[in-house]
């Protein structure tokens, strides 16, 4: 099985600090994707990678910055975290690389409250 | 550019109620659609998919059919349970994009015995 796991499920952190939230897929996977879930809104894509060193913004960048150095690990990073990104942040993988339709495998989620 | 309309929720059902979930979508192409589920404390998992027109899905009771002239793809099951209990994402793949997805912004269901 599939397994996509985040470093952590709860997260409480303070106005301007820095946020790094950890993603990882034991599967191989090249593509890696970081989304906010947000009530009403829906899951909204922030960044995603389609390979190591590879990033590409989503449809809400802003405010934030990802890593992959690795093919199993993708960071979401929040340079100066504030309180308008408190949200659940959901990690997901797929296997193929470009156009293929492929099923995004989802981690549990990180729930971030920024004070 | 591309989006997904999903009815708002909630649903609220008793068990072995017949269950129906609208979902339209505008895209260029022809994107292949998603009905993704998230379990209250959990992540999403996918429930079913259809790549082109006409496809159904299915997966543990639940069907939807990917309808190009209606550019809809509604989900459906016949008998709810209250293991259904829910939130539920359509979600549609842009072609060409390394497997974007673009989400509706989801329904919850709630069952009821």
């Known amino acids: 099985d599939v397994k996509v796991t985040q470093s952590s499920r709860y997260l409480v952190k303070r106005t301007g600090e820095k946020v790094f939230l950890e993603c990882v897929q034991d599967?191989?996977?090249?593509?890696m994707f970081w989304y906010r879930q947000d009530p009403g809104l829906g899951l909204r894509l922030i960044y995603f990678s389609y390979d190591v060193k590879m990033k590409e913004k989503g449809d809400i960048p802003e405010g934030y910055s990802v890593s992959r150095e690795k093919k199993e690990r993708f960071s979401l990073i929040l340079e100066s975290a504030s309180t308008n990104q408190t949200s659940m942040y959901l990690c997901?993988?797929?296997?193929?690389?470009?156009?293929?339709?492929?099923?995004?495998?989802f981690g549990p989620g990180t729930r971030l409250t920024v004070l | 550019g591309n989006s997904v309309t999903q009815m708002e929720g909630p649903v609220t059902l008793s068990e072995e109620a017949f269950l129906t979930i609208n979902c339209t979508y505008t895209?260029?192409?022809?994107?292949?659609l998603f009905w993704y589920v998230q379990y209250p404390g959990e992540g999403l998992q996918l429930l079913l998919k259809a790549t082109k027109a006409d496809d159904k899905g299915s997966n543990k009771g639940f069907e939807a059919t990917y309808r190009k002239e209606t550019t809809s793809f509604h989900l459906e099951k016949g008998s709810v349970q209250v293991s259904d209990s829910a939130v539920y994402f359509c979600a549609l793949e842009n072609t060409g994009t390394a497997s974007k997805l673009t989400f509706g912004t989801g329904t919850r269901l709630q069952v009821t015995l």
């Open positions: 599967m191989d996977h090249e593509n």
């Open positions: 997901a993988s797929s296997l193929s690389g470009i156009v293929n339709t492929d099923t995004q495998y």
């Open positions: 895209a260029t192409g022809y994107p292949s």
